[in-house]
């Protein structure tokens, strides 16, 4: 295993009835920003909830935080953050609501260009606090210190990072899961999976506490997902595991020691920032092609991935590896995410705008198994 430092302050509150908790952990003076999405919260009776909660505080309310935050829009809160002396910020939402306010939170006190934060990595050295109530399971952002922007003029979709954001607390209640489309709640299935893989398939290190706690996150994902999607009313227990899942996948544990990757996620994001397509479902389509482009190197991951999570144990080490590509593919289409880029309208043009964009940058996921060259090829493969 390699060295590490691991540091996670977040306070989960975790189940049924938790948001009315918020206001022990929000000092009794603030003055609180409420950030928000696209209007679920009004619908669902988190925003009540909420308001419940927050009797005699002061409240100011920021709607309209979009999928897939936008750089624009979050320097509008950035303004009212000011203009209206807050002190704490409460993110309402899933994890665009919640990365967008920790952005708001490191924008407030920056001084520059709030976009060199993303676009240089310009260091955050202060940022107002901020709490989250979760309702769609998916990103970890909850429990985790990173977030990603998306700058709608220069269509670039960048992550950032940085210890001070990570949240106070977190709820975590299913609950308020249960009014999710099954769209969102596939999404939530599949990055939460991906999050695991890029974390988990690539080298081994000799860590068999993150590998079991791995393999343990992606079992329960594949056992609880297709169950909660196929079922007409959601079930307390199976959305509790799920949730509960998704936040494991993403909050630092299970990367600890090992080596990680994220070169999925790297081109997954540029699928999203040119063409719109939901997060989890560029994931979809790229961890297919990128784990068949590391057949052989990543294959003693691979091997072990096919073993201990799908149970294949017959057949070569080749086809064991095939199957296991094939299987993961095959649950990405049973939770009903189309997998190639044609069913998304994407072609060749894109691919080589995207390839291009590697290029300029320079590097693609963490590990040097990923090259810039490779990510046409990974991307044809899923034409
Ligand atoms: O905006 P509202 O009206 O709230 O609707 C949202 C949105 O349309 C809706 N929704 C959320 N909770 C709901 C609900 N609808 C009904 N009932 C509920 N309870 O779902 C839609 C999608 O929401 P969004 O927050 O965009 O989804 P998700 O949580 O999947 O977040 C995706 C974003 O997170 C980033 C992604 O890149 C993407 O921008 N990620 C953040 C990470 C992190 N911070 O660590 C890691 C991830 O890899 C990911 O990259
Ligand atoms: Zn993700």
């Not at 918020?22 to 928000?36: E, R």
């Amino acid at each position: 295993m390699e060295n590490f430092d691991f540091y996670n302050p977040v306070n989960i509150l975790f189940g049924k009835g938790k948001i009315a908790e918020i206001n022990k952990h929000i000092p009794k003076d603030a003055k609180i920003l409420m950030t928000y999405g696209g209007g679920s919260i009004k619908k669902n009776g988190v925003y009540n909830q909420v308001m419940d909660a927050l009797k005699g505080y002061k409240i100011v309310e920021f709607g309209g935080i979009e999928p897939n935050p936008r750089f624009e829009t979050l320097m509008k809160a950035v303004e009212v953050v000011k203009s209206e002396k807050i002190d704490f910020l409460l993110a309402v939402g899933g994890g665009s609501v919640v990365d967008g306010t920790k952005f708001i939170a490191a924008a407030t006190y920056f001084e520059g260009d709030a976009w060199d934060i993303l676009a240089k990595r310009a260091p955050i050295t202060k940022a107002v606090d901020l709490g989250a109530v979760l309702t769609l399971a998916a990103t970890g952002s909850e429990m985790n210190n990173g977030g990603v922007v998306t700058k709608a003029a220069t269509k670039e979709k960048i992550p950032f990072s940085n210890p001070l954001l990570f949240p106070k607390f977190s709820v975590l209640d299913p609950e308020t899961t249960y009014s999710l489309p099954k769209r969102q709640l596939t999404n939530g299935v599949v990055d939460a999976f991906v999050h695991v893989m890029e974390q988990y398939l690539t080298y081994p290190v000799n860590s068999p506490v993150q590998d079991r706690f791995a393999e343990g996150i992606l079992l329960t994902l594949l056992e609880e997902g297709p169950k909660e999607l196929a079922s007409d009313t959601p079930n307390y227990e199976r959305r509790a595991n799920l949730m509960w899942a998704a936040t494991m996948a993403l909050n630092g544990l299970i990367g600890m020691g090992v080596k990680s990757d994220w070169a999925t996620h790297m081109i997954g994001h540029e699928l999203t920032a040119f063409h719109g397509i939901d997060h989890a479902v560029t994931l979809a389509i790229v961890l297919p092609g990128l784990l068949t482009h590391l057949k052989e190197k990543r294959g003693e991951k691979l091997l072990q991935y096919a073993e201990r999570v799908w149970n294949i144990t017959e057949g070569t080490d080749e086809e064991k590896k095939t199957l296991a590509i094939e299987k993961t593919e095959a649950f990405f289409n049973q939770v009903g995410i189309a997998t190639r880029l044609s069913d998304h309208n994407v072609g060749q043009d894109s691919i080589n705008t995207i390839a291009k964009r590697f290029e300029e940058k320079g590097y693609v996921g963490m590990l040097p198994d990923v090259e810039v060259k490779d990510v046409a090829k990974i991307l044809q493969a899923r034409l």
